[in-house]
């Protein structure tokens, strides 16, 4: 099974709001992530993505790399949501399609800080959309286990 | 039918992840909301309230707030979420409740906006949980319908 569809397994299993969006990992690397999620679970009053939706499958995203930065370099640390920012542009009329990037300098400040303080945090830009729709800028803090 | 339950089974009938979260209006007048939400439905991988449900209940709460303070005023409008910034400042290990109230003078220059330029904007802080375990804020914008 690929790292994608193990970590979607994962999140399915033990989130149950991200397996009513039908939430899917597409593409997973520690510079990246793509995620989607059918249109129709996620729908609003209007019939187009609803704004919880888009947050939910959004951080997730950002939720998702961070995690698989963790584990790709061996470090245990249990992560959390600090603080989001959202800005919603245009309806999503479509599937829902996020995408996410943390350049290598980013990802190392953010292991380093797990290994030698205990606490490492990884602010994040996500896009929902090709335009994008809507953007949501959010901040991860990961805290080493003992 | 009390108002409460009216717009509860308009919100679930339209937007299945409402539905999914088990959302319910318990208290609702123009000035005032409270919302609730089991919390089994909507834990995280650490058994604690999801980030995407906590934002997903909350901006449902603001969202009802506007769309009753429209319906009282006999003001016809369609009503979006512009941004919204959240903090989570404690993890919410209960049900989850929503708080969220607008002043007289913030529901008057909302409603003044839509019946007088087409368009009217509120701002709304809602709390999760009595701490508050985390808060939003959120902009809402109702545009008149022709």
Redesign the interface.
């Known amino acids: 099974m690929s790292a994608a569809d193990a970590l979607t397994q994962?999140?399915r299993g033990?989130?149950?709001?991200?397996e009513?969006?039908r939430f899917t990992i597409d593409h997973l690397e520690p510079g990246e992530i793509r995620v989607s999620a059918p249109l129709?679970?996620?729908?609003?009053?209007?019939g187009t993505g609803?704004?919880?939706?888009i947050?939910?499958?959004a951080?997730?995203t950002g939720?998702a790399l961070c995690t698989h930065i963790l584990d790709d370099a061996g470090v245990d640390a249990?992560l959390?949501?600090?603080?989001?920012?959202?800005?919603?542009r245009a309806?999503v009329t479509s599937d829902l399609e996020c995408r996410c990037g943390a350049a290598d300098d980013e990802r190392e400040a953010f292991l380093a800080g797990v290994r030698e303080r205990g606490k490492g945090r990884l602010s994040l830009e996500i896009t929902v959309g090709d335009l994008p729709q809507a953007r949501l800028q959010a901040t991860f803090v990961a805290i080493a286990r003992d």
Chains 1, 2 share one sequence.
């Not at 033990?14 to 991200?18: N, Q, R």
């Not at 129709?40 to 209007?46: A, L, V």
């Not at 959390?80 to 919603?88: K, Q």
Request: glycine share 8%; charged share 10%.
């Open positions: 994962k999140i033990a989130i149950p709001l991200s009513a969006m129709e679970p996620n729908i609003n009053i209007h609803f704004a919880g939706s947050y939910s499958v951080i997730l939720w249990e959390v949501v600090g603080g989001a920012e959202i800005s919603y309806p």
